[in-house]
């Protein structure tokens, strides 16, 4: 496994490619309301994108078709945007984005609650949000790659809830994909030694059932398979030596 440690200049130019992820994803939320279409969203995103002077790094990625993934209810992520895919009070919304600014990559993601939306809905996309800080707080120097994976699983599986496993967080930086894989399941102790420098995207995928996922026939939107709720949280995080520090929070 080959993996890239970050100068504290690379680490600052990632943190404004963040920086740019983060005014998008504010632009999209507060959009996100009953009767808007994940493809006006997607329309939102290009068109802050474009103000920012950033390149969308979803876009043409693999063949994928917008600037943005909008996964939503039992889409877990890679949900495409569309006109007919409109949202009600109840829904939730994942919505992940990255984009490249001078060469470097942010990436980062959010669920959104629609209206109103139950206390069981709430509770899924609470506990996503808190196993995600849980796992940033294991971002130190000398710690262990599942311990990350260890603080999103021990957190919500009490809660009734499960870890995605056939999608994980990932190492950042000039490219959008980059060593080590980071799963949010794992055991305490063990897998790599964190090491200041590294730069990873951390994004817990939690479902209120099962943690079983299908892809459908266009190739990209995963749902769970039991179809239940997915709530998706996901911020890219520089481990330094004064501790973790979160490049895609404003």
């Known amino acids: 496994m080959g993996y890239f440690l970050k100068s504290a200049d690379e680490i600052e130019k990632l943190r404004r490619a963040n920086l740019a992820v983060s005014a998008v994803l ?75 600014v001078d060469g470097f990559c942010g990436d980062s993601a959010r669920t959104i609650p629609i209206g109103e939306v139950s206390a069981e809905t709430q509770k899924l996309i609470d506990a996503t949000r808190q196993s995600l800080d849980l796992a940033i707080e294991k971002c130190v120097p000398g710690n262990r790659l599942q311990d990350i994976g260890w603080a999103v699983q021990s957190h ?22 980059e060593d080590p894989p980071v799963p949010n399941y794992g055991s305490p102790g063990r897998g790599l030694r964190l090491k200041e420098g590294l730069v990873l995207a951390i994004e817990p995928m939690v479902n209120a059932g099962q943690p079983e996922v299908e892809v459908l026939e266009d190739g990209w939107t995963a749902v769970t398979k039991d179809r239940s709720l997915s709530a998706h949280f996901e911020h890219s995080v520089a481990i330094t030596a004064n501790g973790p520090v979160v490049l895609s929070r404003a």
């Open 26 to 100: 504010d632009a999209v939320e507060a959009a996100c309301k009953p009767g808007a279409s994940t493809w006006d969203l997607d329309e939102i995103a290009d068109h802050k994108l474009k103000e920012l002077g950033a390149k969308s790094a979803f876009l043409d990625y693999h063949g994928y078709p917008r600037v943005l993934c909008a996964s939503v209810n039992e889409v877990v992520v890679h949900g495409i945007p569309r006109k007919d895919v409109v949202l009600k009070s109840g829904d939730i919304v994942g919505i992940d984005f990255g984009c490249f």
């Open 156 to 177: 919500v599986e009490p809660l009734g809830f499960s870890v995605v496993r056939t999608f994980v967080g990932h190492g950042i930086g000039k490219k959008m994909h």
